[in-house]
Every structure is written in C-alpha cells, then in structure tokens.
C-alpha cells in the first residue's frame, strides 16, 4: 500500500522560506513520477512541480519557476520541495503526488498547510 506523508508546513513571512517533504513507502518507485500540488482557500487545485524518480527530469508551473525546487533523495524514499521567495498568494495546503504508471498521479498525501503572512 502506497503511503505519502508530507511534512514541513508552517507559517512563513513573504520573502522566506519553507522546505516541505514527502515520505514515500508501500511500493518501489524507481519509475515514479512525483510532483506538488497546492490547493487555495476558494480555488482549484493547481500544479506545480514534478520530477521523475529515475532521472531527475522536473517540471515547474509559471507560477512558482525560479523560486521553487523539487529534488529527491533516493535513500530516504523522499521527495522535496524547497520554497523560497514566498509570497503571500503561496498561502494553500500542499499535497505530494505519485504516478507509479503512464497514467496520471494515483497516490495524494493528506496535505500540509502552508500559510505566507505579509
């Protein structure tokens, strides 16, 4: 059984920075896919980032390239995503994603809250 646990959330003041963290158990995921998303108060989910468990290759939305970074590490199983340059519109809860196949993303964390105070 898939499990993803994100950690890391907090309260941030705009500028800072926050790493957060997803813990990965249940199956292996040498071929995953993983990636962030965020879902605002009022708004739908959005994606961010992504990054192949294999090769590293990533992905960033607009919104967030340039000041987020998504990395792995494969001894602990965990994928990162280090935010920096926070903005207060980066307020939202922040869920890890898995795609073990070609299809979509399959496994959701339970979220973290990420709040940016001005």
């Known amino acids: 059984q898939v499990q993803l646990v994100e950690s890391g959330g907090g309260l941030a003041q705009a500028g800072g920075s926050l790493r957060l963290s997803c813990a990965a158990s249940?199956?292996?995921?040498?071929?995953?896919?993983m990636g962030w998303c965020r879902r605002a108060p009022g708004k739908e989910r959005e994606f961010l980032t992504s990054?192949?468990?294999?090769?590293?290759?990533?992905y960033y939305a607009d919104s967030v390239k340039g000041r987020f970074t998504i990395s792995r590490d494969s001894a602990k199983n965990t994928v990162y995503l280090q935010m920096n340059s926070l903005k207060p519109e980066d307020t939202a809860v922040y869920y890890c994603?898995?795609?073990?196949?070609?299809?979509?993303?399959?496994?959701w964390g339970q979220g973290t809250q990420v709040t940016v105070s001005s």
């Open positions: 994603a898995a795609a073990l196949g070609r299809g979509g993303y399959e496994y």
């Open positions: 990054i192949t468990w294999s090769g590293g290759s990533t």
């Open positions: 249940g199956r292996t995921f040498s071929s995953a896919r």
